[in-house]
């Protein structure tokens, strides 16, 4: 089992910024990809940035030049960090991650709530 931890969310007016972190721990080995999705109220839980364990990233079109996200695979710990966020970016943020062990497991975290407003 892996266990995802979240912590950064918060509320923050339109043009702010924040920072999510996401800490794995358990059985870490073998975790490739990384990522974050979100879901908005009324929503599908939809993917905002995923990062493999090589550095290869993948973003929503909705939050490219605007969001990064980042690993660092000695703390086996996720980020991303928002820039010039929108209220629509209003949502609960899910950590993500997939451990390839023969097949493809998933995991994620308990989520970490984002309010913007305009």
């Known amino acids: 089992q892996v266990q995802l931890g979240e912590s950064g969310g918060g509320s923050v007016q339109a043009g702010g910024s924040l920072r999510l972190s996401c800490a794995a721990s358990?059985?870490?080995?073998?975790?490739?990809?990384m990522g974050w999705y979100r879901q908005a109220p009324g929503k599908q839980r939809e993917l905002v940035a995923t990062?493999?364990?090589?550095?290869?990233?993948n973003y929503a079109d909705s939050v490219k030049g605007r969001f990064t996200i980042s690993r660092n695979n000695a703390k086996n710990t996720v980020y991303l960090q928002m820039n010039y966020l929108k209220p629509e970016d209003t949502a609960v943020y899910y950590c993500n991650a997939v451990r390839v062990v023969g097949v493809r497991l998933t995991y994620w975290g308990q989520g970490t709530r984002v309010t913007v407003s305009s």
């Open positions: 358990g059985s870490i080995s073998s975790i490739a990809d």
């Open positions: 990062i493999s364990n090589g550095g290869s990233t």
